[in-house]
T-cell receptor, first 113, second 118 residues
Framework: DSGVTQTPKHLITATGQRVTLRCSPRSGDLSVYWYQQSLDQGLQFLIHYYNGEERAKGNILERFSAQQFPDLHSELNLSSLELGDSALYFC????????????FGQGTRLTVV | AQKVTQAQTEISVVEKEDVTLDCVYETRDTTYYLFWYKQPPSGELVFLIRRNSFDEQNEISGRYSWNFQKSTSSFNFTITASQVVDSAVYFCALSDRGLSGGSYIPTFGRGTSLIVHP
């Protein structure tokens, strides 16, 4: 158990809908990363938050947004969903230093139908 | 340009064979970090090891060993006497400031699928 909790584990939704994925980092970790894993793109970095502030953006679509709350949990919002958004979405957290290893949650499997 | 290259898409071995997973990285930073993760069929990503750019000492942990060579920009992973439970996808990752100029962001290779047959 990595200590990172993601909910829900599975999500099936229709095209055009909006969903919210939730992540609780390990106790004490200030950094939260979101990744998307699909068969054709591999593990793609989406966004990084550190202690509530957005620090880096990767290949995140404009339809996607995220935030990190004062209690350090994070949410990833995906809107106007398309079939191609079907993927495994991972959240990871790391410690107070910005160079420590990231521990991953079990992921949320999103299926858009 | 791909920052982390895992040229082996899939490797198939028979139990008890030794296997080496290759990882070649690219960065302009002098300070960077390298990682290996394991993704078993259940799907979670499990952290295995971290190496920083200033520490080229090789490491052994049980049947696992890692060979870091800055001269060839490689960070290879060897499993000795492989077991069926080692079957998984293994990812190499590089964390540097290149993407954002500020944060260290882990960038992953495409992974190597290891299949260990009984």
């Amino acid at each position: 158990d990595s200590g990172v909790t993601q909910t829900p584990k599975h999500l099936i939704t229709a095209t055009g809908q909006r969903v919210t994925l939730r992540c609780s980092p390990r106790s004490g970790d200030l950094s939260v990363y979101w990744y998307q894993q699909s068969l054709d793109q591999g593990l793609q970095f989406l966004i990084h938050y550190y202690n509530g502030e957005e620090r880096a953006k990767g290949n995140i679509l404009e339809r996607f947004s995220a935030q990190q709350f004062p209690d350090l949990h994070s949410e990833l919002n995906l809107s106007s969903l398309e079939l191609g958004d079907s993927a495994l979405y991972f959240c990871a957290s790391s410690g107070t230093g910005m160079n420590t290893e990231a521990f991953f949650g079990q992921g949320t499997r999103l299926t858009v139908v | 340009a791909q920052k982390v290259t895992q040229a082996q898409t899939e490797i198939s071995v028979v139990e008890k064979e030794d296997v080496t997973l290759d990882c070649v990285y690219e960065t302009r930073d002098t300070t960077y970090y390298l990682f290996w993760y394991k993704q078993p069929p259940s799907g979670e990503l499990v952290f295995l090891i971290r190496r920083n750019s200033f520490d080229e000492q090789n490491e052994i942990s049980g049947r696992y060993s890692w060979n870091f060579q800055k001269s060839t920009s490689s960070f290879n992973f060897t499993i000795t006497a492989s077991q069926v439970v080692d079957s998984a996808v293994y990812f190499c990752a590089l964390s540097d400031r290149g993407l954002s100029g500020g944060s260290y962001i882990p960038t992953f290779g495409r992974g190597t699928s290891l299949i260990v047959h009984p």
